[in-house]
């Protein structure tokens, strides 16, 4: 038996509600009160996962969390695609293959934050 969309899912490591949410009610369309709340908590994120970088910080068991937890904030705040959201998810297949005590190298570690920087400007313009 052919299963593509769960061979995918497996190796991001998300289920597929976390990646792809349904349709988010009114009450939490950006600018809300809630949905306000979840724009901070994606930036937080982003931010961490900047600060874990810059920290050499670059075990996998260290950055997979911070990266899921990224996509899943993002997920809270828009279902819609932005530029580069998909180089989220590519890193965390990239993760997902790696051994928990491997490190990402320092070429890895500089791909890693332009892509997410990348990401975060376009998770940005979806909020204009």
Known sequence: MEVPRATERLKIGLP???ETPSARPVSQAPGSGVGA?????????????FDAIKMNMLSKDTLH??????????NK??????EN?????????TLNQMRAAHDLTPEQARE?????NLAYDGFKSVLD
Request: charged share 15%; net charge negative.
């Open 16 to 18: 597929a509600t976390v």
């Open 37 to 49: 709340s979840h724009i901070v908590t994606a930036s937080e994120n982003f931010i961490t996962l």
């Open 65 to 74: 969390p911070i990266l899921a937890d990224t996509i899943q904030a993002v």
């Open 77 to 82: 705040v828009t279902d819609r695609d932005f």
């Open 85 to 93: 959201k998909g180089k989220i998810i590519q890193w965390l297949i």
């Open 112 to 116: 890693l934050q332009f892509d997410i």
